[in-house]
């Protein structure tokens, strides 16, 4: 929109570089081009200001497929003003004097005609083509035909619009369908994952079986090496077994050879004691009969006078000691009559 002042019942107008300004005055083309400043009266002037910038058009409509399902349109489509004088006669472009403000709504009655030719091609494409086709294909052949189709619109040159550019930017169907539609690719990938992860378990219980082989291969080996542990403890034990026994069988000759060493040793000793002590009783035994004998010649030549006084003398060293004697007149009597009747004898 123009800038304009006001100063002493004068209008100052000011445009921007891209907006087109024609002034008219009784008739007459005055002022026409962008980027334009000059002084008017407003009760005289006529203006009118085309945008000759590029502008987005955004669209969104709906549009059937050959099978009858309903999809959403979303297209944006660039155009600009390339004849502004061309446009300024065909579309209300005119601006209050006072305000700068557009006295209609020329850039909607633009929009309009854009959209509708827009919307018409693209269901022309649409309604001979299939939901699923349209879905893989449609964006490049409702794009094509747009293009084609604004390029082609006469009513668009001979009001001077150009059209720049044209992209589609979306064909979604109802969601309804879209959610079926996603179900089977949904499946697929599920199966995929499923498939992928049965195979991840396949490789972990390999590798698991894998381990446990190799757990079991290194238990029979162990046990292997354990029962070779058993058999060369049983050889070594058998061997100190066998050396312990040839120990003992020499100890025990050794101690049975000292043994029989000791006892003829012994049985010497034991033989020579005895003929000693044999030899010493012969030796005492010849003594005391010589003694006896002599004790007997010594006592057959003594006469029995002495041989009583000896016997008293025996008697009395081995009798008791004897305080006191009682000799009562029997004793006595027959001890005189004893005594004389030996007498008489030896008489």
Do not use: C
Not at 35 to 46: D, E, I, N, V
Not at 226 to 232: C, S
Not at 242 to 253: L, N, S, T
């Amino acid at each position: 929109m123009a800038d304009i002042t006001r100063r002493l019942g004068w209008r100052h107008l000011r445009g921007a570089p891209t907006a087109h300004i024609r002034h008219h005055r009784g008739g007459k083309l005055l002022h026409d081009g962008p980027g334009l400043s000059f002084w008017y009266r407003a009760l005289t002037a006529a203006l009118s200001e085309v945008p000759v910038d590029d502008r987005e058009l955004a669209m969104t409509f709906h549009a059937r497929t050959s099978d009858f399902q309903d999809v959403a349109v979303q297209a944006t489509v660039t155009y600009r003003v390339s004849d502004p004088a061309l446009a300024a006669t065909r579309l209300d472009f005119s601006v209050d004097p006072d305000t700068g403000a557009w006295r209609g709504a020329p850039l909607e009655q633009l929009g309009t005609l854009l959209t509708e030719t827009a919307q018409q091609h693209a269901l022309d494409v649409l309604s001979r083509t299939s939901l699923s086709a349209a879905l893989v294909d449609g964006v490049t052949a409702v794009r094509e035909r747009i293009a084609t189709g604004l390029a082609g619109e006469p009513r668009l040159p001979a009001t001077g619009i150009e059209v720049v550019a044209v992209r589609v930017v979306a064909l979604r169907p109802e969601p309804e369908v879209e959610r079926a539609l996603r179900t089977p690719a949904r499946e697929q990938i599920q199966q995929e994952a499923d498939r992928a992860t049965y195979e991840r378990r396949a490789v972990a219980v390999e590798r698991e079986r894998a381990i446990a082989e190799n757990e079991l291969a290194s238990q029979i080996e162990l046990a292997r090496r354990e029962e070779q542990l058993v058999d060369q403890r049983g050889t070594n034990a058998r061997r100190e077994a066998e050396e312990h026994a040839a120990a003992d069988a020499v100890r025990a000759e050794a101690e049975a050879a000292r043994t029989v060493r000791l006892a003829e040793a012994e049985a010497t000793r034991s033989v020579r004691l005895a003929r000693a002590e044999a030899e010493g009783a012969r030796e005492v035994g010849e003594a005391r009969a010589q003694a006896q004998a002599a004790w007997l010649r010594v006592h057959a030549e003594v006469d029995v006078a002495t041989l009583h006084a000896l016997t008293g003398t025996r008697l009395a060293e081995n009798l008791p000691r004897i305080d006191s004697v009682t000799v009562s007149p029997d004793v006595l009597t027959g001890l005189l009559a004893r005594l004389g009747t030996r007498e008489q004898e030896q008489a």
